[in-house]
């Protein structure tokens, strides 16, 4: 059985599975947060203007802003579907290397300056709110288990919500161009078409989830070399 087939027959298991587990719908908006954070990031970095983001109560989410150059609109589409895969893929390569607290502090970080910064309807502003009180109390009072098992669930959500997110644009392309976020985005400053995109996004979504699974699948390093006398480096 090849890599991607067992990556899907695996994210479908795990999707069941989640599914089964109280409250796990709650936490769903982290991939969306994500998503929209990555627009927002890559908007400011070509020097265009964030006025506000939106995160929904049924997952979805949107990022206003206003940009100076139409071409700017590619890299700004494409940041929203390709941070979150990556995020994914950096939550499940932090407990490989056994730094799952560090993982959390990253994804509380990036909580706090969406709230601070972008985040401004009601729905928004109190997940994010809960979402950081729960990530405080895991850091700073659950056990060890505890909190390596909310961080597992975490990975596990966003890895899926990563992979099914830009699967989903397939069939919105597939059934109305005009309608499929940021693929038709996309399509309107090249000459690519909206499904096209779609199905591009997805492809790099299943590459991040292949790796994430290989490093899942592969077991934890300790953090701490067993050998005195050098210290291991990881880098991408």
Known sequence: MSNLIKTVFFLILSAFLTHLIPFSDFFRNLDTMI??????????ALSGKVMYIELFANHSGVTYSQVTSRWSLLPIALAGYMTASLFALFMFRMRASDKQRLGLQVMTAIAIVALILFVRNEFGIFWLLGFIILNTIMLAFMPRWLSDLYYLLLAF???EESVFGPFSLILYAWNDPAKAGDATNLSLVTPIPAIGWAVLLTLFSLWCAVRALKWFLGGRKSSRSSRPAYRQQFEE
């Open 157 to 159: 959500l966003t890895l």
């Open 35 to 44: 998503h929209e954070f990555g627009h927002a990031i890559v908007t400011l």
